[in-house]
């Protein structure tokens, strides 16, 4: 594939969670919507050959989901069996992108000549659902870039949200978090990683919330594959009241 235009994924675009369920239901099917597009506007749908996606349950332990086509979306399902907080995890594989003297190119470095930079694009995303029953909730699943909520809760507007970066679970300092309300794409807030990786980031508006880092690192480059990994982390908070 080749392209004079810069491709959607290289010049920001990314995946992000939604639902509109208040709490988990056991006996209720969740429906979690798999997004496309750039600061919660949708523009396109998902290769679902590239997404990899999970839950966690209330005891911590992960099972295995099945994205499935909608119109301009994909879907998760599952049927909570337990009460409490449950984590919807997805990993997408957006391939690898390489730029040449005539433009874009779908694959690595090594298929093309003249190459000028190439990059490996992989996404993490997840929701957190409220549950009736216990609280206890590890935040940390282990992705290889992660936003961490601190004390996770129902959140009202004018409240502020505590997060944390981390990075091959390490704190990830100085990276930019950038929060976007849904509705307001345009209007974005961007806070800096204090040394430890934590920031504060006040919830202005009632609504669905999203909250993006992108980093790149030339330490995970692979010899005529591509020169870097960009990697994309988004975390969304789902009605705000």
């Not at 590890?138 to 009202?156: A, C, K, S, T």
Request: hydrophobic fraction near 35%.
């Amino acid at each position: 594939m080749t392209d004079k235009k810069v491709p959607d994924i290289v010049r920001g675009h990314e995946i992000w969670l939604e639902h509109d369920m208040q709490h988990v239901h056991i006996g209720e099917t969740v429906e979690c919507k798999v997004l496309y597009g750039h600061n919660m506007a949708i523009d396109g749908m998902a290769n679902i050959e590239g997404v990899k996606a999970a839950v966690f349950n209330p005891l911590n332990e992960k099972h295995d989901l099945s994205a499935e086509c909608e119109d301009d979306y994909l879907v998760l399902r599952f049927d909570p069996v337990h009460d409490g907080y449950h984590i919807i995890s997805v990993e997408y594989d957006a391939g690898i992108y390489t730029v040449t003297d005539d433009g874009w190119h779908k694959g690595p470095k090594s298929d093309y000549q003249n190459v000028k930079s190439s990059g490996c694009y992989y996404q993490y995303a997840k929701t957190i659902i409220s549950g009736h029953g216990s609280k206890d909730l590890n935040p940390v699943i282990g992705h290889e870039l992660e936003i961490i909520p601190i004390d996770f809760r129902h959140y009202h507007a004018g409240e502020e949200i505590g997060l944390q970066v981390l990075y091959d679970g390490v704190a990830l300092p100085r990276v930019v978090i950038t929060a976007v309300f849904s509705g307001n794409e345009d209007d974005v807030v961007e806070k800096s990683t204090d040394s430890d990786g934590n920031a504060l980031i006040k919830l202005d508006k009632s609504g669905n919330w999203m909250f993006k880092v992108r980093h790149a690192d030339q330490d995970k480059g692979i010899e005529d594959q591509y020169d870097e990994k960009v990697i994309t982390a988004i975390f969304t908070v789902m009605g705000v009241h």
